[in-house]
Structure formats: C-alpha cells, structure tokens
Nanobody, 115 residues
Framework: QVQLVESGGGLVQAGGSLRLSCAAS????????MGWYRQPPGKQREMVAV???????TYADSVKGRFAVSGDNAKITVYLQMNSLKPEDTAVYYC?????????WGQGTQVTVSS
C-alpha cells in the first residue's frame, strides 16, 4: 500500500514562509499530476497547486505569485514553497498524486498563519 508522507507544516507569522514536502513510500508508475489541496477550518477542500508530468503548473488565484509547486516524477516527491503567507492560508494541506492506478492522498499537515 503506497503512502504519501508530508512534512514541513507548522506555525508562522503573516509574511513568513514555509516549505511543504511530500514523498511516496513506494514507486508509483504513470503519474499524471501531483500537487496540493487544502482545507481551511469550516470550509471545503480546495485546490492550491498542481504540477503535471510535463512540468506545467496550475495555481489557485489566491496563491498565484506567492506559492510555487515543484516535483520529481521519478522520486515521487512534490514540494510547495509558500511565501508571503497570510492568515487566510491557515488550513490543513494535503498532497496528492494522480496516476494511472488511481489517486493517492497524504494524511495532511497543519499550516497556521498568525496575524
């Protein structure tokens, strides 16, 4: 059973930065996309950033210019560099890998941005 293990969450002041990491516990073949979703308190899960196997990226409007997603298809790792963090970025962040075999999700990591 493949697991995605996330790290890098925590508490940061507004304006600060954090880098989230996500690594798979085993190989995943035929990866289509990787990336991050988040779930703010009391709200639904929302897309944050996605990177396709060819390298193209997609971002939520709310994070454009502040967040950057990167990944390694061979190592099945995905990163989210978050800069200029705002209190509204507070959420549980989930990484995912979408592949031919299905979609895998991480367990979630808490990011809290204080004002």
């Amino acid at each position: 059973q493949v697991q995605l293990v996330e790290s890098g969450g925590g508490l940061v002041q507004a304006g600060g930065s954090l880098r989230l990491s996500c690594a798979a516990s085993a190989s995943i073949f035929s990866v289509y996309t990787m990336g991050w979703y988040r779930q703010p308190p009391g709200k639904q899960r929302e897309m944050v950033a996605v990177i396709a196997s060819g390298g193209s990226t997609t971002y939520a409007d709310s994070v454009k210019g502040r967040f950057a997603v990167s990944g390694d298809n061979a190592k099945i790792t995905v990163y989210l560099q978050m800069n200029s963090l705002k209190p509204e970025d507070t959420a549980v962040y989930y990484c995912f890998v979408r592949s031919r075999a299905g979609t895998y999700w991480g367990q979630g990591t808490q990011v809290t941005v204080s004002s």
